[in-house]
Structures are given as structure tokens and as C-alpha cells.
């Protein structure tokens, strides 16, 4: 079995920055990438940032340049720092693992609310 715990989310004003983390434990051998995806309301569910395993990153266009995504191999946590958000940033944000053997798994979400 798989756990991901994520917090960091919150309130915060347009501009301003806030931290994601989140970590994987359980039964992990060896995994293929992290990432997330967010999910505003009345709206899909799209991909914010993913890492692999050697340390490649792909962000949403929307994004780029303002988040970052790190990854920390050994207490096998991911990351999101995200500067200059935007009220259309707000959505609730799901970390996701995904192992070597193809298995996926989603962690609980975090509110991002970013006022205007």
C-alpha cells in the first residue's frame, strides 16, 4: 500500500507564493515520476508539474515560469513552489506517484485559494 500526505495549501493574495509539499510511504521500490495536477470547480482535472526519476520536469503552459517543481529522492517528497499566483490558479491540488511498475497513485488534495 501507497500513502501520499500533501499540505502547504492556503490562502494567500494575488502575487504572492505558496510552498506544496508531499510525501510518498509505503510499499515503494521504485518510482517513475511525482507530479501535480490541480482541479479548479466546474473544471477538469489537468496537469500542473510532473518530475521524473532523473530529474525532468514538464509544467502546464500556464505555469511555467512562475512554478517549480523539486523533488527529493531519499524522503521520496515532491515539491511545488509557486510565485506570482493568480486568482485563476485557485484549485484543489493532487499529488500523484507513479512507480517503475506503472502503478499510480493519488494523495488527498490541498486547497490553493488566491484572492484578487
Known sequence: QVQLVASGGGLVQAGGSLRLSCTASGNIFS????????????KQRELVARITSNGSTNYADSVKGRFTITRVNVKNTVYLQMNSLRPEDT??????????????????????????
Open 91 to 116: 484549485a484543489l491540488y493532487y499529488c500523484t506517484l507513479l512507480l517503475s511498475n506503472m502503478e499510480g497513485y493519488w494523495g488527498q488534495g490541498t486547497q490553493v485559494t488566491v484572492s484578487s
Open 31 to 42: 518510482i517513475a515520476a511525482m507530479g501535480w495536477y490541480r482541479q479548479a470547480p466546474g
